[in-house]
């Protein structure tokens, strides 16, 4: 009976016990929630301004990187058109180039060939002494054969020739835009090599032309020829 006793006194310590920290524990709580300040109705409308005002500007954050990729994709745009322009304006710095080189504008130098027109052998009492003579015609023959073939420039006895340069015969001495030189005459052209002795050496062309009307033909490789702007050319 004593034993029955003992046992119901630790049942009933036990559960006093769970209830006073129960007890204790809601104390707590209550006491901390009454202690936590409260939100007022000012500070809320202010927290819900803020939260507004934050998504408002991740709105216009999103709107301006959809803004930035149209100027990105703009940007690409513009730089291929910019490259088509450099493109352009490449090609016709380059035809530039070719047309101040054409009129004699600019130096120029690079290999090339030379070509010696002389008076052919006159044998006393064998035809007219002017069939043995060089010719304005055989000049301009050669001077022709060599633009055509892509020479870049062309001068005749150190005179270069531009896009209003004439040449006349006057007895045994031939005129090159005024000043007179006689025979040899060296016509010097700047030029890809291969291609513009292949133009005046190919069968029934200007050199065998040239050497049927008793005209001394000489060719020559150059590999450094210069020659100078004309002044007022």
Known sequence: MKKKRKGSHVIFSFVFLVLGFIVSFAYQIAREDKERPKISDSQFERDLALRNELIAQEEKNAELEQQLKKSQTKLVSYEKELSNEAKNFSVLASEARDYRMYVGK??????????????????????????????????????????????????????????HSYILCNGPVIEVNGYQHPAPFVITAIGDYSVLANALNIAGGIKDLLVNENVKFTLEKKTAIQMDALIGG
């Open 106 to 163: 600019v130096p120029v130098k690079g290999e090339g060939i030379s070509v010696t027109l002389e008076d052919g052998e006159y044998i006393p009492n064998k035809g007219n002494v002017n069939n043995y003579l060089v010719h304005e015609h055989h000049i301009f023959q050669v001077v022709n054969e060599l633009y055509i073939a892509g020479a870049e420039a062309i001068s005749i006895n150190g005179q270069r020739l531009s896009h």
